[in-house]
């Protein structure tokens, strides 16, 4: 399940507190050419978040229903919570030939690689634990026990980063920001996808 798909799939993985969201949200405000997809959690929802938008919340019950009718791409277990990616969605938004953006972990990066082939996979980087530990401190959306449980998982996480096609430091945030638009802008550039961007090219130069 890859090629037949026109979109490009982007999974940005990292530890909490590395600075994903911020750089996945910032993306998507300058580039409404990608989606990002809801995942499903049995987290409970944090101050700001919004049923829907942030997460799609369910219980355990509600999330092994769907783990057993086949309806996620991947699910892992994560920081003591369940979080899947919804299979009908994804495919309907790539089969629409847009660029879909899943902000998962290792765990579920792996699953979805294994599927998709042409899966272009970001991993992020902060500058060091210290600063792992201020942001997610200064972000202080999570209890103190929370944040020492996802510092001891970030060093298993950290371990993943050889894995993925693509890693982004993000120290200063407007630099990092610049590297993601740029492995964006790249991957736009695959034959594949400039083939379908100018078919008239293609066409008049006789190129198939
Ligand atoms: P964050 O790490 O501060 O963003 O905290 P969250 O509780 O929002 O997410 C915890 C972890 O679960 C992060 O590593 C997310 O990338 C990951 N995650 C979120 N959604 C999914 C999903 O659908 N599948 C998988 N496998 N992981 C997910
Ligand atoms: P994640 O989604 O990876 O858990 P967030 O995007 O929520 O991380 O970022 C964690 C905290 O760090 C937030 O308070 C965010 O504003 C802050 N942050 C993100 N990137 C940077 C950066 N380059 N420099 C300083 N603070 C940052
Ligand atoms: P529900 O909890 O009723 O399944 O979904 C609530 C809302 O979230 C609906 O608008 C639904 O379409 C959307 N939704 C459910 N799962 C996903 C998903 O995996 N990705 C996205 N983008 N939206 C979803």
Wanted: negative net charge; hydrophobic residues 45%.
């Amino acid at each position: 399940m890859s090629s037949q798909f026109p979109g490009n799939l982007f999974v940005v993985a990292a530890p909490s507190g590395a600075g994903k969201s911020s750089l996945v949200n910032a993306l998507l405000a300058e580039d409404s050419g990608i989606q990002l997809s809801v995942s499903c959690t049995t987290r409970a929802p944090r101050g700001a978040e919004v049923d829907g938008v942030h997460y799609v919340f369910i219980d355990n019950p509600e999330f092994q229903r769907r783990i057993d009718a086949g309806e996620f791409l991947e699910w892992a277990e994560v920081h003591g919570n369940r979080y899947g990616t919804s299979k009908r969605w994804l495919e309907s938004r790539m089969a629409d030939g847009m660029d879909v953006l899943l902000e998962i972990d290792w765990q579920g990066a792996a699953q979805v690689r294994k599927q998709f082939d042409n899966a272009v996979s970001i991993f992020i980087l902060p500058p060091s634990f210290e600063e792992l530990r201020q942001r997610l401190t200064r972000r202080a959306e999570d209890a103190p026990e929370v944040i020492e449980q996802r510092l001891r998982e970030a060093r298993i996480e950290l371990a993943q980063a050889k894995n993925f096609d693509f890693i982004i430091v993000n120290q200063d945030f407007t630099h990092a920001l610049r590297d993601l638009k740029q492995v964006v802008a790249a991957q736009r550039l695959r034959y594949a996808a400039q083939r379908l961007s100018h078919p008239e090219v293609f066409r008049a130069l006789g190129i198939l």
